[in-house]
């Protein structure tokens, strides 16, 4: 019998799931293989959220598999040698797997070329797994040019592309016997998960997804930045982990039509987006990728500043809302990101990278591409047209969470405030004040603005 191997990486679903598919259709016996990859905790990006959902996803994996006639096959170590040895034990012809885009997927993608070229057998890099579409599958027109650095157009041109159907999940999945399996990981032990953090899965991913598009999706485009409401989706760490297809997202938002799902949509292409720059740029996961000549502040003030702002003691009640919300729930609105980055950065004028870092020590969905560019066009020095533009925590939370219901949510403390005041307590009547154990603001605003302002020469 002819066997080909899957290699489920950032993919762990079976509906909409191309390598399987192609498999399927081209042998006789599949094994389902997943690695729990030393190079990623060597790399230090074994976050214990990231970790606790991953075992949820492969535990619901697993059990897809069984209920098909099949089974998940774990194993631990380098993944290009483990590959290499399922490979000896079941005379695989073809090694099918989703194609990535960080330097670290290409250097794996490489590693398994040689080691598979060996023994003769077969590599097959799917395209659009990950992401809707392939990171080339749209270029800027002109010589040389690889990438688009802009969303607006790469939106229009991403607009236009034809998406692949999505596949159905198989019937019946055939699995060769013998392959030693070592047991599922398990959240059970780990130390460090955020007491909030959501379950994982392809069938928890599903239900969430069918009840966004019934009860929320509809009005994405007018609340998606209403903090208080929790209005988006938060489909993004099974975005991350692949037990939502990208592709079928869009395609079932397209279907509903209307403008919340052209703005859901956009979003999802925003994903896209930060995929294709990565991929034609792998160094831009720790370096500018437009560099502002930047001269970060450093030394035992940055350093204390940058903790309050970790601990969610900065003296801005949104900002430290959103802080909080992130250490419990390893996960923060979307609004709420771009808010405590623009503070980090251009407030507090600290450097990008120790914000992204902090980020992926927590997000469940802490993803290279999406993490690090989006810190790095808050920053400045990324993909955004306006480097210099500066959020206003305090304008922001008033627009953003009008009655303070968001803040009173995660700064408790501050619950006895009512309305927008709540979003400046420096203002309140001194005694008031001192009846609420809550610190004072790390800097003031303007101090902050000139800094940054000196820092990057506007004057």
């Known amino acids: 019998m002819s066997v080909a191997i899957v290699l489920f990486t950032s993919d762990l679903r079976l509906h909409d799931h191309p390598p399987l598919h192609a498999a399927l259709a081209s042998a006789d016996e599949v094994a389902p293989l ?39 096959i774990i194993r631990q170590g380098d993944v290009a040698d483990e590959v290499g040895r399922l490979v000896e034990e079941t005379g695989a012809g073809a090694v099918h797997m989703a194609a990535g885009v960080s330097g670290y997927a290409q250097r794996r993608e490489e590693r398994l070329r040689e080691t598979l070229g060996r023994v003769g057998c077969g590599l097959n890099v799917h395209d659009a797994v990950i992401t809707t579409l392939a990171p080339g599958a749209v270029v800027p027109s002109g010589a040389g040019r690889d990438h688009f650095a802009v969303f607006t157009p790469y939106f229009r041109r991403w607009s236009e592309e034809g998406l692949r159907s999505p596949f159905q999940a198989p019937r019946t999945v055939r699995v060769p016997e013998g392959p030693a ?56 760490p099974h975005l991350h982990f692949g037990t939502l297809s990208p592709a079928e997202l869009v395609h079932r938002a397209r279907a509903a039509g209307g403008p919340g799902a052209d703005a859901f949509v956009r979003q999802v292409c925003w994903r896209d987006f930060h995929h294709q720059v990565l991929a034609a740029h792998p160094a831009a996961a720790r370096s500018d990728y437009r560099s502002r000549q930047d001269r970060w502040r450093t030394g035992r003030a940055a350093e204390d500043e940058t903790a309050a702002w970790r601990e969610g003691r900065t003296g801005y009640p949104v900002i430290d809302a959103a802080m909080r919300q992130l250490l419990h729930e ?57 480097p210099n ?23 408790p403390e501050l619950a006895g405030i009512s309305g927008p005041a709540v979003h400046e307590p420096w203002r309140l009547p001194e ?3 001192a009846r609420y154990d809550y610190p004072e603001p790390v800097v003031q605003l303007s101090e902050g603005l000139a800094r940054f302002k000196e820092a990057r020469g506007l004057g």
């Open 389 to 411: 533009r500066v959020l206003n925590p305090v304008t922001q939370a008033k627009r953003y969470d009008p009655d303070g219901a968001y803040v009173r949510r995660w700064v």
């Open 181 to 236: 399996s070592a047991a599922l990981p398990t959240r059970t032990g780990l130390r460090g998960l955020s007491p909030g953090l959501a379950e994982g899965g392809e069938t928890e991913g599903r239900r969430l997804s069918a009840a966004w598009r019934r009860h929320g999706l509809a009005s994405y485009e007018e609340r998606h930045d209403d903090m208080a409401g929790d209005a988006t989706s938060r489909l993004s």
């Open 431 to 433: 005694r008031e004040r």
């Open 330 to 386: 390893g996960w923060m609105h979307n609004r709420a990101r771009l808010l405590t980055a623009s503070f980090l950065t251009k407030t507090l004028y600290v450097d990008w990278r120790a914000g992204a870092r902090h980020f992926l020590e927590l997000l469940v969905d802490g993803d290279i591409a999406n993490n690090q560019l989006n810190w790095q066009w808050v920053a400045g020095t990324g993909t955004d047209s306006r």
């Open 34 to 72: 997943f690695v729990l990859d030393d190079g990623v905790e060597a790399a230090g990006f074994g976050a214990p959220n990231r970790r606790a959902f991953l075992a949820d996803c492969l535990r619901d994996l697993d059990s897809g598999l069984r209920e098909r006639g099949g089974r998940l």
